[in-house]
């Protein structure tokens, strides 16, 4: 680059004849790059200034990449200062995050810095503010963790986890401008009970903790939870005794037992993110004293500080080579705790005095006089982020408390004069506390006290020297102090005078009995505790409603309403509908049929109302499915397939009918709530020995030692070989069922077979990597039945049945043999219960667990005939008597949860409905809880055609196939249901035949 002299001199550029602006210079000449390298070497005033010079140099700022340098310097500030680095992490939720807009990194740099100011100006005029929440534990048999962000407890008999989120504060709109707040639950979960050595560690978001042989890492962001063995083949010679994380490092103590020796090994791994550990490549310190002995490490040192009666003495290892001791410190025994930070250790002398000692040079010096008898239980030492705090009586209710923090960067400092005098120094009003926690953002403890009915409760309290409002918990310039009790802070001045968390903590004379005495005579506990704004105790009141008095709330009154409306609504009918799903295998399979598009059912989202709308749809069709049943209120309806049924053969689920031809290979997929065809998939040819099965949306069918995939919905095939290298073994048998893949492999169907069961994350995915198997089995004339619980492995002989109960849990182990007299139709299990017909045609149930047996009805039909049978389906048992049959069929129906229950119901059972039916000969039949599917030849023409029709019992229009409450019929055959005039006349064509049919019939 070349510059002539009057360019030089700024003759060019029209500036002054003695000045040149080498900003507008190169800004003018397109050198944004080095108009970017001259920037970087700027701090954020000077910055900020650049653009307040003239406007030359602000259009010279915007486009030097104002983005990288404001992002340059955040990223400088989080590396040379933890401060800036634990307000990022902690208040990330509500700071703004990094985009592609400058100004977004230019936000967030100035929010982190504001705060940081405000945080040591308000540790210096000693300006707080008070919080606390119940937690209403036991805490002689708890251990608490308090960390930057969450504080966590553990109760070792039950081996439940408790977590707090200790900077956020629980926000929820109570009507227009009227908020509550409290210390906000993250979350509970439950680890493993009575584990009294179980030792935890919380990390950023994460809590780990392990014990003798697995660490568990807790994901408090996602709550989920993974287990690791670090050692999976020293199971018997290792045992993990300790664990620690500390600056990135996840570093754990083993006890390694050989023969009558032991030793303790450190092992030490580098963590990539508070849940993903680097487990490939671990560092191990051999051979070290653990008794009596605190661990410190950062990215350049591990320090082990083993705590004599009068002595300290240190050993210092290199991250670089752990193998080989560098140093070894030693010092007199201090009264307070030792501690350590970027490479130097502090120390509390005899006369209580702060050292400070250089781990890489030895040398130390006195930095502080604190004036604190430290031999005193509640006179303590702690760092935090840039500060040193001592604290006095911190905790004792009889005298007042005092704290003194000196700046951690000036203690290191070798330049800065001695001793240090402390920035801050005040005395605080503190109740007795059992637990104590002191970092930069203010102090937690944990107390006893007692409440207005003298009750004992367990607090966690907090003075938060944060700037941010005490109800929504944001950062704010400008704060109102709350007049009555000077402890909290609010950004709106109206909000305080509705937030009664205040008031709670500072004054606890208004209770409910003052309003109580009010109202006279009367109190209403649900507006009482709206008024006072604990909907997390109306949620909890709420939670044991069913659905219709839930409704019923919203109609009792205005305030019971706003209560209803203002509890999480959204919750309550999530938790509605979950536990149905979970209860009634009806609502689980009518939610999964109707969830296509035909059906119109809304799927949970954000807003309650959809929860609740779903609830009330699905409520509707079960009471309609089963008023039908009851009225013999059906549809008919058929598709013609075209297929020779001779050489075919048919599957029918709840939502799918499958056809396979062997010579052809081709499949043929209905769907049989709207009898469209799907798909139609090209398979194996002349596989006539293949073995298929429908579960759900997937089509699964195996050949030789291959099992394939089918997904209905996406149309794609997975081939899976779930025996690698055993190519010999064939797969003679399988079958789908309650959420697990069984396949039976080996050299033929006659010799013994090895079951292999596989838990089925959804119908397309499975878990291959860890079968259970049952070594042995002979699958001549067999068939598996199984569940979450029991495998049933049912060998069907002349006379009798014999039926291998094997547990899910140890299936090599055979846990008992049932014989059964062979039984006319089809053998039946369902939910650990096995379902029979006797000789005498009585319905026989048999307890796979107890063994005991009873019969539970009479069916009053003749089971030898080959079209009279039994089905179990969503919690329903149906027999059916000349199913076919021009004379007319009947069907009978019970209920399988009185059945099985063996102390409410007087037996025999009575069947809840039995009616006569009209239906045409039938090849293939499948009956389940929403109607019978069936498949005929019929001869129209002097020619054939195969049928597939349906008699359906769902509340759906016979043209659009959409749930409706109100339907109308056809008025010549009674047997088609439509939500309009126009479905019925868009369906005529399809429809003639079987409405002349069905009246010529009747």
């Known amino acids: 680059m070349s510059m002539s002299e009057s360019e030089a001199h700024g003759e060019g550029e029209g500036a002054q004849p003695n000045h040149f602006d080498i900003v507008k210079g190169l800004h003018s000449r397109c050198l944004s790059n080095l108009l970017e390298v001259v920037f970087k070497y700027l701090d954020a005033d000077s910055l900020r200034n650049a653009e307040l010079t003239c406007k030359a140099w602000k259009v010279a700022a915007s486009d030097s990449n104002p983005k990288k340098l404001w992002r340059v310097l955040l990223q400088k500030q989080m590396s040379t200062s933890p401060l800036w680095e634990r307000l990022n992490y902690c208040l990330r939720s509500e700071l703004p995050q990094q985009s592609n807009d400058c100004w977004s990194s230019r936000k967030l740099f100035s929010k982190i810095e504001f705060t940081a100011k405000a945080l040591k100006q308000n540790w210096l005029k000693n300006d707080f503010a008070r919080e606390y929440v119940d937690i209403d534990v036991g805490l002689r048999r708890c251990v608490y963790m308090m960390r930057n962000k969450f504080i966590a407890l553990w109760e070792p008999i039950n081996g439940v986890f408790k977590i707090w989120n200790r900077m956020t504060l629980e926000v929820e709109e109570v009507e227009k401008q009227q908020k509550i707040n409290c210390l906000y639950l993250q979350q509970v979960f439950h680890g493993p009970q009575n584990h009294l050595e179980l030792i935890f560690e919380v990390f950023e978001d994460a809590l780990l903790y392990s014990t003798k042989h697995d660490i568990f890492i807790r994901n408090l962001t996602t709550q989920t939870t993974e287990i690791y063995r670090p050692f999976p083949s020293e199971l018997t010679t290792k045992f993990i005794t300790s664990l620690r994380v500390v600056e990135g490092f996840l570093c754990i103590l083993v006890l390694l037992v050989k023969g009558t020796k032991l030793r303790n090994d450190v092992v030490i791994w580098k963590m990539i993110s508070p849940t993903e550990i680097d487990w490939k490549n671990p560092r191990t310190i051999p051979t070290v004293k653990i008794d009596n002995t605190r661990i410190f ?13 009068s002595w300290i003495s240190c ?16 010092f007199s025994r201090t009264r307070a705790e030792l501690m350590y930070q970027d490479g130097y250790l502090f120390v509390v002398t005899e006369m209580n005095e702060i050292k400070i000692m250089n781990v890489e040079t030895g040398k130390s010096r006195i930095i502080a006089l604190t004036g604190v008898d430290f031999s005193q239980p509640n006179n303590f030492m702690r760092m935090h982020s840039d500060y040193i705090f001592v604290c006095t009586n911190l905790g004792c209710s009889n005298v007042r408390s005092r704290i003194q923090i ?10 800065t004069k001695l001793p240090l005098q402390p920035f801050s120094s005040h005395e605080l009003i503190m109740d007795q506390a059992m637990i104590l926690h002191v970092d930069a953002f203010g102090i937690l403890a944990v107390n006893r006290e007692l409440d207005l009915n003298s009750r004992e409760r367990d607090v966690i309290w907090m003075l938060n020297f944060l700037p941010i409002c005490y109800c929504c918990k944001r950062v704010k310039k400008r704060l109102l102090i709350c007049a009555p009790c000077k402890s909290a802070k609010y950004c709106q001045g109206a909000i305080q005078i509705v937030n009664t968390g205040t008031y709670l903590l500072s004054n606890f004379t208004i209770t409910m009995a003052d309003i109580e005495a009010a109202q ?3 109190f209403d506990i ?13 949620e909890a009141i709420f939670q044991y409603l069913d659905a219709e008095s839930l409704r019923n709330t919203e109609l009792t009154c205005k305030a019971w309403k706003a209560a209803a409306s203002d509890s999480n609504p959204k919750k309550l009918w999530q938790v509605l509908l979950h536990t149905k799903m979970s209860t009634s295998p009806l609502w689980e399979r009518l939610d999964y049929c109707l969830r296509s598009k ?18 009330s749809k699905i ?3 079960v009471k309609a499915l089963q008023r039908n049943w009851l009225e013999n209120d059906l549809t008919r309806e058929y598709v013609d397939c075209d297929v020779g049924l001779k050489s075919c053969m048919f599957q029918m689920r709840n939502k799918f009918i499958a056809l396979w031809e062997p010579i052809s290979g081709i499949f043929k997929i209905w769907n049989r709530i709207t009898l469209k065809v799907e798909e139609v998939y090209h398979g194996l040819q002349n596989r006539p020995d293949m073995e298929f099965e429908l579960y759900e949306n997937a089509l699964i069918y195996s050949l030789s030692y291959y099992i394939f995939i089918r997904n209905l919905t996406t149309k794609t095939t997975e081939v899976h070989k779930p025996f690698g290298l055993e190519t010999k073994k064939l797969i003679n048998y399988l079958r789908a069922e309650n959420g697990f893949l069984c396949v039976a492999a080996g050299f033929r169907v006659d010799d013994c077979n090895d079951v292999y069961i596989w838990k089925m994350k959804s119908p397309t995915q499975i878990e291959w990597e860890n079968p259970k198997i049952i070594p042995n089995v002979s699958m001549d004339n067999s068939r598996i039945y199984l569940d979450g619980k029991f495998v049933v492995i049912a060998h069907h002989g002349t006379s009798y049945i014999h039926c291998d109960v094997y547990l899910l849990s140890e299936p090599k182990k055979k846990q008992r043999c049932l014989k059964l007299p062979r039984t006319r139709p089809e053998l039946l299990y369902q939910d650990g219960f096995l379902l029979m017909v006797t000789d005498r045609d009585e319905i026989r149930i048999v307890n796979v667990e107890t063994c005991k047996s009873r019969i539970i009805a009479y069916t009053e039909l003749d089971f030898s005939r080959h079209n009279n049978f039994l089905r179990i389906h969503s919690g329903y048992i149906f027999a059916f008597t000349s199913v076919g049959c021009s004379l007319g069929s009947r069907i009978k129906i019970w209920d399988f949860e009185k059945a099985t229950d063996d102390f409410t119901t007087q037996l025999p059972l009575q069947p809840i409905c039995s009616h006569q039916c009209f239906m045409e000969p039938a090849m293939i039949l499948h009956v389940d809880s929403f109607g019978i599917l069936a498949v005929n030849r019929e001869s129209v023409r002097l020619h054939e055609r195969d049928i597939i029709w349906t008699l359906n019992f769902l509340p759906i229009c016979s043209f659009c196939k959409q749930v409706k409450k109100r339907l109308l019929k056809c008025a010549s055959c009674k047997s088609a249901k439509y939500c309009s005039s126009n479905c019925q006349k868009a369906d005529w064509k399809h429809h003639r035949d079987m409405c002349q049919k069905v009246r010529d019939h009747y």
């Open 297 to 309: 490490m950062d990215d350049r040192y591990i320090i082990f500080a083993h705590l004599g009666t």
């Open 315 to 330: 050993d210092v290892y290199h991250m670089q080579n752990l193998q080989k001791n560098k140093k070894s410190l030693k």
């Open 406 to 415: 000196w700046d951690l960067k000036e203690a290191i400092d070798p330049t």
């Open 520 to 522: 006279s005579n009367h």
């Open 526 to 538: 649900i507006e009482g505790l709206h008024l006072r704004f604990m909907n997390n105790i109306l």
């Open 598 to 615: 035909p059906s119109k059912l809304p799927q949970p989202s954000k807003d309650c109302w959809f929860s609740r709308k779903l609830f």
């Open 619 to 621: 409520e509707f069709t």
